[in-house]
């Protein structure tokens, strides 16, 4: 079974984690928390990430994701980890750090 590695920053940190060829992004979720998620519909944003590296080994752009991105303005490297599936190495980049934190006031 082909194996993918995902490389993920996140503020001071960065974890290397291994996911089956062909899952989506956020099947890393069992082994990393670096990545939020909320909707899986592209609907909310939160799962966004920016792609240093291996862009092309990611699932093309959806016209949901586009719709999405488009009306976000984000920049052309940024991605929904819930729309993309994986299939090759890629190192991610999320904004904020994970041991900010979240609850509002
Ligand atoms: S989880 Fe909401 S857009 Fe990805």
């Known amino acids: 079974m082909a194996e993918s590695r995902v490389e993920i920053q996140r503020g001071p940190k960065t974890e290397d984690i291994p996911i089956r060829t062909g899952l989506g992004l ?12 909320d909707c899986k519909e592209a609907d909310c944003g939160i799962c966004l990430v920016r792609v240093l590296k291996g862009a092309d080994n990611l699932s093309p752009v959806t016209t ?7 009306a976000m303005r984000c920049d052309a490297d940024e991605r929904l980890a819930c729309q993309a599936r994986v ?7 999320v904004e904020g750090d994970p041991d900010d934190d979240w609850d509002v006031p």
């Open 87 to 93: 299939f090759g190495d890629v190192s991610l980049k």
């Open 26 to 37: 956020l099947a890393i979720q069992k082994k990393s928390e670096l990545i939020e998620y």
């Open 64 to 70: 949901r994701e586009a719709d999405f991105l488009k």
